[in-house]
């Protein structure tokens, strides 16, 4: 399956069309729910194999973002073989207390991942805890650049994003690809 045809499936799935209320408060009339791309394994199998080349070279950890990252973190290691790690948006006070659970990220390259990026808020807030925990974090991994605005958010904090697909890239491809 190339990835145009991946594009078509993801958006079969996931596009919704309506009022729908954004997290910014706004409204959309698109959405895509990101979720229900994420539930498909076979899906998620196969973004995970277009994702594989985008890991930069040199990254130790994959880190996805809690909730919406993990299932795209946990695909990509499992294809890439490179281990993973489950950042938390503040270290709960049991257990090992620690925000990134799973692979330790001290001293590593570490590459943030998660499933659509609109907004860069968060992106950049863990990014600058998980360097605050001693990690090297310069990239950013994402199924959907939903934002045309992210990948220029992101750089001025010192990451660079590398997405499978951009917001019209994914809602513009045709209802009919020859397979």
């Known amino acids: 399956m ?7 499936e993801i958006c079969s799935m996931s596009k919704l069309t309506g009022q ?3 997290k910014t408060g706004g409204l959309a009339e698109t ?6 791309f994420q539930s498909d394994p076979k899906l998620l199998k196969r973004a995970a194999g277009y994702l594989e080349p985008l890991i930069p ?24 073989q490179i281990p993973a790690a489950f950042v938390r948006k503040h270290a709960e006070p049991y ?3 620690r925000q990134a659970e799973g692979m330790r990220i001290e001293g590593k390259r570490v590459s943030l991942i998660t ?10 807030q863990r990014a600058s805890e998980l ?23 992101l ?15 994914l809602l513009n491809v045709p209802k009919q690809i020859e397979d």
């Open 20 to 22: 729908y209320r954004l």
């Open 131 to 153: 360097r605050q925990g001693g990690a090297d974090v310069k990239d950013v991994i994402a199924v959907i650049a939903w934002n045309p605005a992210a990948a220029e958010e």
């Open 115 to 124: 499933d659509l990026v609109d907004e860069t808020d968060e992106l950049i």
């Open 31 to 36: 959405y895509i729910d990101h979720y229900m």
């Open 155 to 169: 750089k001025r904090e010192g990451l660079q994003l590398h997405a499978l697909y951009e917001k019209d890239e």
């Open 95 to 97: 257990g090992t207390c």
């Open 57 to 80: 070279p040199g990254v130790d950890v994959l880190a996805g973002i809690a909730v919406r990252g993990i299932p795209i973190a946990t695909a990509l290691s499992l294809q890439s």
């Open 2 to 8: 190339d990835k145009q045809n991946l594009a078509k």
